[in-house]
């Protein structure tokens, strides 16, 4: 599976951009995806993910009620929608296939390999 990562860019404080996530292959539909992000000197964290069918969704605490992530499994893609962004929202934002983990209550990546990801630099 191939995932390529798209629409990250520079923006003001206050600003939004909307990213997507294109993944080849036959198993998009039938995985749990996650949107992550890594900072510079910082651990690669969880921003979101969303269930299949796209009927739950899971946010970090730092981006709830500012992002949105969505999917459309005719296309075989996802998309995080981020508005109100902050500066500490500056990162590189990578896709990958998820999986819940319940000792964490969260969702692990699935896949150990990772797209070029899409630059997000929030300006102050």
């Known amino acids: 599976v191939q995932l390529v990562e798209s629409g990250g860019g520079l923006v003001q404080a206050g600003g939004s951009l909307r990213l997507s996530c294109a993944a080849s292959g036959s198993t998009f539909s039938i995985n749990a995806m996650g949107w992550y992000r890594q900072a510079p000197g910082k651990q690669r964290e969880l921003v979101a993910a969303i269930t299949s069918g796209g009927l739950s969704t899971n946010y970090a605490d730092s981006v709830k009620g500012r992002f949105t992530i969505s999917r459309d499994n005719a296309k075989n893609t996802m998309y995080l929608q981020m508005n109100s962004l902050k500066p500490e929202d500056t990162a590189v934002y990578y896709c990958?296939?998820?999986?819940?983990?319940?000792?964490?209550?969260?969702?692990?990546?699935?896949?150990?390999?990772w797209g070029q990801g899409t630059q997000v630099t929030v300006s102050s």
């Open positions: 990958n296939a998820a999986h819940y983990r319940p000792s964490y209550n969260d969702y692990g990546p699935l896949y150990p390999y």
